[in-house]
């Protein structure tokens, strides 16, 4: 991907800092709730609570935050395919797949 976004990346300090408010997070009843809901935040299926992971949407390691509104539910093969990128970051991701599988198979998208 050629027109990545940059975002300065956290000293380890503030890293260990919210990864540490998420563990404390992950204990709330409001994220208990979230999981027993079962649902993947990216792929919408349904899964077992203990199935699921926390995801930050705005990685930690990107300046992101330990908060309810950066947080959520996802299943581990969505969290995998994410990894550190941001929401725009995988939006130009699946575009550009679908440009490259659209030349590969010479069709009209």
């Not at 260990?16 to 990216?42: D, F, M, P, T």
């Not at 330990?66 to 969290?79: D, F, I, L, Q, Y």
Request: charged share 40%; glycine share 4%; aromatic share 6%.
């Amino acid at each position: 991907m050629e027109d990545w976004i940059d975002i300065p990346k956290r000293s380890e300090a503030e890293v260990a800092r919210e990864r540490k408010k998420a563990r404390e997070l992950r204990n709330s009843a409001w994220w208990k709730n979230e999981l027993a809901k079962g649902i993947c935040h990216y792929c919408g299926k349904k899964f077992k609570p203990s199935e699921l992971t926390m995801d930050h949407i705005l990685p930690v390691a990107r300046g992101g935050k330990s908060t309810r509104g950066n947080v959520v539910p996802c299943c581990k093969e969505c969290n995998n395919n994410k990894k550190y990128l941001t929401p725009a970051e995988m939006i130009l991701k699946e575009l550009e797949e679908q440009e490259k599988s659209c030349r590969d198979t010479e069709t009209d998208c």
